[in-house]
């Protein structure tokens, strides 16, 4: 990887990381924005254009390697399957747990509503949330490695092998 691209990834890194750390923040203190409905929910929406925003910084790298414009997009979808899945899988676990958040917590912030298949959402949200965190950080340093990204005997073995 030239110096261009080095300084690039680097921003783009630090960009995906400042949203995870976002995401992580809105994930541990919209309890205490109870109290005023409009605040969740702009937290909420801010929530859900992070991950997609994750999502296509993801693919964005993906796009400019080597291999992809190369054609074997293949390979690339075995290397970072798990990510692209938990992406998806977190993605529409948050959207749904925000939507049933609001609806519930709309009328009445104060209420108490944690009825046993809300709580067995936001159960399944948190634990998914630590996989995507993990895999997610885990992708966006693996996509750096300069093998993706220049002609090499790896890519050509990779040829015989697909």
């Given at each position: 990887?030239?110096?261009?691209?080095?300084?690039?990834?680097?921003?783009?890194?630090?960009?995906?990381?400042?949203?995870?750390?976002?995401?992580?923040?809105?994930?541990?203190?919209?309890?205490?924005?109870?109290?005023?409905?409009?605040?969740?929910?702009?937290?909420?929406?801010?929530?859900?254009?992070?991950?997609v925003m994750t999502i296509t910084l993801l693919l964005?790298?993906?796009?400019?390697?080597?291999?992809?414009?190369?054609?074997?997009?293949?390979?690339l979808y075995t290397k970072f399957r798990i990510t692209?899945?938990?992406?998806?899988?977190?993605?529409?676990?948050?959207?749904?747990?925000?939507?049933?958040?609001?609806?519930?917590?709309?009328?009445?912030?104060?209420?108490?509503?944690?009825?046993?298949?809300?709580?067995?959402?936001?159960?399944?949200?948190?634990?998914?949330?630590?996989?995507?965190?993990?895999?997610?950080?885990?992708?966006?340093?693996?996509?750096?490695?300069?093998?993706?990204?220049?002609?090499s005997t790896w890519i050509q073995s990779q040829f015989?092998?697909?």
């Amino acid at each position: 990887m030239n110096t261009i691209n080095t300084k690039r990834y680097l921003v783009i890194i630090i960009i995906q990381y400042l949203i995870l750390l976002f995401d992580i923040f809105v994930n541990s203190f919209t309890s205490f924005s109870r109290s005023n409905s409009i605040n969740l929910l702009i937290l909420y929406v801010a929530q859900d254009i992070c991950i997609v925003m994750t999502i296509t910084l993801l693919l964005v790298n993906f796009f400019s390697t080597y291999i992809f414009q190369i054609g074997l997009i293949q390979l690339l979808y075995t290397k970072f399957r798990i990510t692209l899945i938990l992406c998806i899988i977190y993605m529409v676990l948050s959207i749904t747990l925000h939507i049933w958040d609001i609806k519930l917590h709309w009328s009445s912030p104060f209420k108490y509503y944690w009825t046993t298949n809300f709580h067995i959402l936001y159960s399944l949200h948190r634990g998914v949330a630590v996989l995507y965190y993990y895999f997610y950080k885990r992708a966006s340093l693996r996509i750096a490695d300069p093998r993706f990204y220049e002609n090499s005997t790896w890519i050509q073995s990779q040829f015989i092998f697909s």
